[in-house]
């Protein structure tokens, strides 16, 4: 995440700080404020999400594992985040050749890599976490009875499939620069993202077509749930990619016209719109569980309990399960 800690930043691989005039230690302070209340509701939210999760035991079946998943992710990105973010402000926020504070990580150092790169991880994780939900909810809108009658440990699997391949990227990333292998985030972070994209927008529009020419039978509670919480996912997913979509294009324009760029717009609209994409690109952490709040009536119920301190309302008439996840 540093600048000089390694492949995976925030901040690419272009050495912002050598180009004048820099922004203002005022304006550098509101940009920080900014991004730490972003990430203090990102721990707030997905925190308290968790805790309903815990609560309500109907929440945790298979079927939400993967909505649990993301959410765990959320919150370890908005928790591991702010002493990197700390860092690379100060590689902007410069008056000459003086940083506006001194906080640093050690250069070249095996544990900062590490922990530079688990926000990365995490943010990362939370993409691939939405690529996977769009896969399973394909499988369930194409194979509805194949995947009613999936196991527990199925669920299981794809939860791991996301962090491993969270993972796999970043320790590939890790050990290029370990090695001395140069190859910057702007291409292979945002081709990662992309293909992340690609699966959320292809599978979404199959799921739309197939359900566009799908028949209802009358009275099937069942699909008309699983559809719900299809539609639901969509939207997460959906306001996730608009989110992201701008750290991806922006990140790849760096990466290929940055010569073009530093001719044509000045230093200060460069660092001001990376920390507009950086600010965007957290929110992908921040609205999930606002959504499952609007959309998920179980979760709906669970959260007001938590926020009053009372137990849980009994259930006077029996629910279909949520088949989808």
């Not at 591991?80 to 050690?106: A, H, M, T």
């Not at 993972?167 to 620069?177: K, Y």
């Not at 509670?221 to 992201?244: C, D, N, P, W, Y």
Request: net charge positive; glycine share 4%; hydrophobic share 50%.
């Amino acid at each position: 995440m540093a600048a000089e800690s390694g492949n995976s930043t925030f901040f690419g691989e272009q050495n912002l700080t050598l180009f004048d005039p820099s922004v203002s230690r005022s304006e550098c302070i509101t940009w920080q404020l900014v991004l730490y209340t972003v990430l203090a509701t990102i721990v707030t939210l997905n925190g308290l999400s968790i805790i309903v999760f815990l609560r309500d035991r109907s929440l945790r079946k298979r079927h939400m594992y993967l909505v649990i998943n993301l959410t765990v992710a959320d919150l370890f990105t908005g928790l591991f985040s702010p002493p990197i973010l700390v860092q690379n402000l100060s590689f902007l926020c410069l008056e000459g050749d003086i940083f506006l504070w001194k906080f640093r990580f050690p250069v070249e150092n095996l544990t900062t890599t590490i922990i530079s790169g688990l926000p990365v991880f995490f943010l990362h994780s939370s993409v691939v976490n939405l690529a996977v939900i769009s896969l399973e909810r394909l499988h369930a809108t194409f194979r509805p009875f194949k995947h009613r009658l999936m196991k527990k440990r199925t669920f299981g699997a794809a939860v791991f499939a996301v962090w491993f391949t969270a993972g796999i990227w970043q320790a590939v990333d890790f050990l290029l620069f370990w090695y001395g292998v140069y190859f910057p985030y702007e291409i292979h972070g945002t081709l990662f993202l992309s293909c992340c994209l690609l699966i959320i927008l292809v599978s979404y529009a199959s799921i739309a077509i197939k359900m566009k020419c799908r028949t209802l039978p009358r009275r099937h509670g069942g699909i008309i749930k699983e559809r719900k919480l299809t539609k639901t996912l969509f939207i997460v997913a959906s306001v996730s990619s608009m989110l992201s979509l701008p750290y991806i294009v922006w990140w790849f324009v760096v990466g290929c016209v940055d010569s073009v760029l530093y001719y044509e717009i000045s230093h200060r609209t460069i660092i001001r719109l990376t920390l507009v994409t950086i600010c965007l690109f957290y929110g992908n952490s921040l609205v999930n569980p606002i959504f499952y709040a609007c959309r998920m009536p179980e979760f709906k119920r669970a959260l007001f309990s938590v926020l009053m301190c009372t137990p849980l309302p009994a259930r006077h008439v029996q629910e279909f399960p949520l088949n989808g996840m």
